[in-house]
């Protein structure tokens, strides 16, 4: 069973930086993409960043600037680093990482709370 692993959420200052993490474990299907989700309170979940296998990136717009993505698909890792953070990027994250055939892999979800 896959299972992947997030760390790296917190509490910080508005204008503070954090670095989320994620490694999958276990026998990972070939990968399209990894990337970060948030959901935040009453809110749908929303596509914050995703990395391809060929090393595009794609960022929402309201994080362009201010985070990056990093990772090697082949080593089923992704990191994502958040500067610059502002309180409306409170929310949880989850790690995701999309398969070539069958259902996606999902991370638990991290917490990540600015304060203003």
């Known amino acids: 069973q896959v299972r992947l692993v997030e760390s790296g959420g917190g509490l910080v200052q508005a204008g503070g930086s954090l670095r989320l993490s994620c490694a999958a474990s276990?026998?990972?299907?070939?990968?399209?993409?990894m990337g970060w989700f948030r959901q935040a309170p009453g809110k749908q979940r929303e596509l914050v960043t995703s990395?391809?296998?060929?090393?595009?990136?794609n960022y929402a717009d309201s994080v362009k600037g201010r985070f990056t993505i990093s990772g090697d698909v082949a080593k089923t890792t992704v990191f994502l680093q958040m500067n610059s953070l502002k309180p409306e990027d409170t929310a949880v994250y989850y790690c995701?990482?999309?398969?070539?055939?069958?259902?996606?892999?999902w991370g638990q979800g991290t917490q990540v709370t600015v304060s203003s």
């Open positions: 276990g026998s990972v299907s070939r990968l399209r993409a």
């Open positions: 990395i391809t296998d060929g090393g595009s990136t």
């Open positions: 995701w990482m999309g398969r070539r055939s069958g259902s996606d892999y």
